[in-house]
């Protein structure tokens, strides 16, 4: 093949793949610093039940893939938090004009894994909390990092723990993520539901989501399991 030829063919399998990982979610560079340091404890809650934690770490695609994972997480769905009803609707999140972060859900069992725990994940495979408004290629507020507190007390772990870790320098960039009240979450369309899990050969699942949940069965094996 001509060198001419040659270079045509590189440029366009470059732009090709190029295209396909530009998906949403964070690049596997950026799959997190490893285990992180036992985060502050939770307050036990006699009898509580399940509980609920919502996390935005950029795509959701990757984030549920991580948390569906994890022993204790009973269910994790792919959704929107931090902005109206009105606008919790993909095509609009996109725009990153609506005040949504892309965030999961994870439902869990407070007797086998607490709050502190998920958070530990969080930091150390889910996602980079060092970047600003994006996770690896995608860029824009809806792929923020940000913690969304049900109660008081998880805002309190939250803040403690990125306290702590900001203290130790765990990171070579400060943190950058938001802890707020949530309001609400809105759940996702159908079709972002599982999608890391059913569609495991998508060169984006490949190359970005399917290393952070390697990464969670190699530094978390006491947590990990497999769907």
């Given at each position: 093949m001509p060198a001419s030829s040659r270079l045509f063919a590189q440029t366009l399998l470059s732009f090709v793949l190029g295209a396909a990982l530009m998906g949403c979610g964070p690049g596997v560079a950026d799959a997190g610093t490893g285990v992180l340091p036992n985060p502050p404890a939770t307050a036990a809650i006699a009898g509580a039940g399940d509980q609920v934690a919502v996390l935005a770490?950029?795509?959701?695609?990757?984030?549920?893939?991580?948390?569906?994972?994890?022993?204790?997480?009973?269910?994790?769905?792919?959704?929107?938090a931090g902005g109206s009803a009105a606008t919790a609707r993909y095509a609009l999140v996109s725009s990153g004009a609506t005040q949504h972060a892309e965030a999961v859900k994870i439902v869990?069992?407070?007797?086998?894994?607490s709050y502190g725990e998920l958070l530990?994940?969080?930091?150390?495979?889910?996602?980079?909390?060092?970047?600003?408004?994006?996770?690896g290629p995608d860029r824009g507020p809806q792929y923020r990092s940000a913690i969304f507190a049900g109660d008081p007390e998880q805002a309190r772990v939250a803040e403690a723990y990125i306290a702590q870790l900001g203290a130790a320098r765990t990171f070579d960039q400060p943190i950058v993520t938001q802890v707020t009240k949530l309001e609400r979450f809105h759940e996702a369309e159908d079709y972002h539901q599982d999608y890391a899990r059913l569609n495991p050969n998508e060169p984006y699942i490949v190359f970005h989501d399917a290393p952070k949940v390697k990464a969670l069965q190699r530094q978390f094996p006491a947590l990990y399991r497999p769907r």
């Amino acid at each position: 093949m001509p060198a001419s030829s040659r270079l045509f063919a590189q440029t366009l399998l470059s732009f090709v793949l190029g295209a396909a990982l530009m998906g949403c979610g964070p690049g596997v560079a950026d799959a997190g610093t490893g285990v992180l340091p036992n985060p502050p404890a939770t307050a036990a809650i006699a009898g509580a039940g399940d509980q609920v934690a919502v996390l935005a770490g950029g795509c959701f695609w990757g984030v549920e893939a991580v948390f569906e994972h994890v022993k204790g997480v009973k269910h994790v769905s792919s959704g929107y938090a931090g902005g109206s009803a009105a606008t919790a609707r993909y095509a609009l999140v996109s725009s990153g004009a609506t005040q949504h972060a892309e965030a999961v859900k994870i439902v869990f069992d407070p007797d086998v894994i607490s709050y502190g725990e998920l958070l530990r994940v969080f930091f150390s495979v889910a996602h980079n909390p060092t970047q600003l408004n994006r996770q690896g290629p995608d860029r824009g507020p809806q792929y923020r990092s940000a913690i969304f507190a049900g109660d008081p007390e998880q805002a309190r772990v939250a803040e403690a723990y990125i306290a702590q870790l900001g203290a130790a320098r765990t990171f070579d960039q400060p943190i950058v993520t938001q802890v707020t009240k949530l309001e609400r979450f809105h759940e996702a369309e159908d079709y972002h539901q599982d999608y890391a899990r059913l569609n495991p050969n998508e060169p984006y699942i490949v190359f970005h989501d399917a290393p952070k949940v390697k990464a969670l069965q190699r530094q978390f094996p006491a947590l990990y399991r497999p769907r």
